[in-house]
T-cell receptor, first 112, second 116 residues
Framework: AQSVTQPDIHITVSEGASLELRCNYSYGATPYLFWYVQSPGQGLQLLLK??????LVQGIKGFEAEFKRSQSSFNLRKPSVHWSDAAEYFC??????????FGGGTRLMVKP | GAVVSQHPSRVICKSGTSVKIECRSLDFQATTMFWYRQFPKKSLMLMAT?????????EQGVEKDKFLINHASLTLSTLTVTSAHPEDSSFYICSARAGQVSYEQYFGPGTRLTVT
């Protein structure tokens, strides 16, 4: 069965510092990979997605993610974090034509 | 484009009553809609998948008689929580998929249900 693991439940970084959020997946076929961000009490906003092609994908708000098949990973990165980036981040894998499996989420806190 | 709305955003109801939550795709036709439940500080758990004009497919452990899903049109799906109890209090999020090819889902803003 497919699964998505986000090893870090909480991460705190200083404003202006770089950020990497980890995501590992277990899925037998070619994955469709997503990163979403959720602000408190809000729905999910798509940051970026990988379907095929270039393994380094650019998203909104200055985020990027790199698909590494050999490591079954799809880590999210940002070179310089802003206070407004504080939120919950979810990695997800698409499978079976239309389903998504979500990781447990990583809560990002940004120190001034 | 690809906006999904939910109504209401918050609802408080008494135990034993039923509550209906609407999910609408505003600028596209959604052949498939999904309903998720999110507990505090937890991830999203898929409850059911609904295709327009057919019965919803429920995930294991989700009571279909308690969580009634109707997808009567290509822009509207509803989730009715019947005979609600305090343990049904949660954040319910819907999403919509535009076509058969794209795996991308567009999420609504969520509905906070509190059962007293």
């Amino acid at each position: 069965a497919q699964s998505v693991t986000q090893p870090d439940i909480h991460i705190t970084v200083s404003e202006g510092a770089s950020l990497e959020l980890r995501c590992n997946y277990s899925y037998g076929a070619t994955p469709y990979l997503f990163w979403y961000v959720q602000s408190p009490g809000q729905g999910l906003q798509l940051l970026l997605k990988y379907f095929s092609g270039d393994t380094l994908v650019q998203g909104i708000k200055g985020f990027e993610a790199e698909f590494k098949r050999s490591q079954s990973s799809f880590n999210l990165r940002k070179p310089s974090v802003h206070w407004s980036d504080a939120a919950e981040y979810f990695c997800a894998v698409g499978y079976a034509g239309n389903m998504l499996t979500f990781g447990g989420g990583t809560r990002l806190m940004v120190k001034p | 484009g690809a906006v999904v709305s939910q109504h209401p955003s918050r609802v408080i109801c008494k135990s034993g009553t039923s509550v209906k939550i609407e999910c609408r795709s505003l600028d596209f036709q959604a052949t498939t809609m999904f309903w998720y439940r999110q507990f505090p500080k937890k991830s999203l758990m898929l409850m059911a998948t609904s295709n327009e004009g057919s019965k919803a497919t429920y995930e294991q452990g989700v009571e279909k008689d308690k969580f009634l899903i109707n997808h009567a049109s290509l822009t509207l799906s509803t989730l009715t929580v019947t005979s609600a109890h305090p343990e049904d209090s949660s954040f319910y999020i819907c999403s919509a998929r535009a076509g058969q090819v794209s795996y991308e889902q567009y999420f609504g803003p969520g509905t906070r249900l509190t059962v007293t």
